[in-house]
């Protein structure tokens, strides 16, 4: 019994590796075999897909891509059909001409979701992808089962995040104002910028209205101040926290294996409130 305990064991783990490996070669962000476009709100969004099982959305931080995901792909992957897509204005989904808001995001996702048949998804958001996450809920409820939220905030204000990073991000905005943007994607970077200088604005009251079970993420060296994160927790109904020990703001590329386990755990073992959990 025990040999025979010891071969599934190495089989497991060599079957680990093997997945791994093949990960290791994909060109996330770039990969023909996958890479599709997709007619969405009037521009063509950029998505790949991996894996099979339930449907799961990632959506990545500000001016990023697809590819930030590429630590947590290879598991989930073997677990749930994996949807990336490069949010509008970012990589590879182009859309120069065009403004932006989180709002304007969070539907882009919904309308993914019904352009690929899928009713509804797990979702996991960072940064920026986590308030898009948050917004997702908010505006199309059905769309969403369960989510997980890294690093978002509510909105603009210095009380957000640590200490002294908004008055970096004023010295920069000021900059700005006496810049010329001529190339594309200076153009395109400073949009970005203004992005997360303007917004969001999600009021507590619309937290209040998230169906799905949600759970809170931030790190605890975080650059969204934990009091904020706390916040976000405290007025979803069905809310978990999560403060990662050892990690900055890249929770899931910090400590990418208890990442993996936490949320996955989250995702499918029955919702279980808190003792505690009390947010009104």
């Not at 769309?143 to 970096?168: E, H, M, Q, Y």
């Not at 991000?169 to 153009?187: C, F, M, Q, R």
């Not at 936490?262 to 029955?270: L, R, S």
Request: glycine share 6%.
């Amino acid at each position: 019994m025990l040999q025979r305990l010891r071969k599934r064991s190495f089989a497991a783990l060599l079957l680990s590796f093997t997945l791994l490996a093949a990960h290791a070669q994909i060109p996330y962000g770039n990969n023909p075999a996958t890479g599709k476009y997709y007619d969405i709100n009037g521009f063509k969004m950029y998505t790949e897909v991996y894996g099979s099982g339930p449907p799961l959305l990632m959506i990545e931080g500000n001016n990023g891509t697809m590819k930030e995901f590429e630590k947590i792909i290879p598991y989930f992957s073997t677990h749930y059909t994996v949807i990336l897509a490069d949010s509008r204005s970012q990589g590879k989904s182009l859309d120069p001409n065009h403004p932006i808001t989180f709002e304007m995001m969070a539907d882009d996702f919904a309308t993914l979701l019904d352009t690929l048949h899928i009713p509804s998804a797990y979702v996991i958001g960072w940064s920026d992808g986590g308030i898009n996450a948050l917004l997702l809920a908010i505006r199309h409820p059905d769309k969403v089962i369960r989510l997980a939220s890294t690093g978002a905030n509510l909105w603009p204000t210095a009380d957000a995040f640590r200490p002294g990073l908004w008055d970096d991000e004023k010295k920069e905005y000021n900059a700005g104002l006496h810049k010329t943007y001529t190339t594309a994607k200076e153009k395109n970077d400073r949009k970005l910028f203004l992005l997360d200088w303007n917004e969001p604005h999600i009021t507590l009251a619309q937290l209040h209205t998230i169906k799905a079970p949600s759970l809170i993420i931030c790190g605890d060296h975080d650059l969204i101040s934990i009091t904020h994160t706390v916040l976000i927790y405290q007025n979803i109904p069905h809310a978990q926290l999560w403060v990662v020990p050892n990690s900055g703001h890249a929770t899931l590329q910090d400590q990418t294996d208890d990442f993996n386990r936490e949320v996955n755990k989250f995702f499918t073992e029955p919702y279980k409130p808190l003792a505690s959990e009390s947010p009104f």
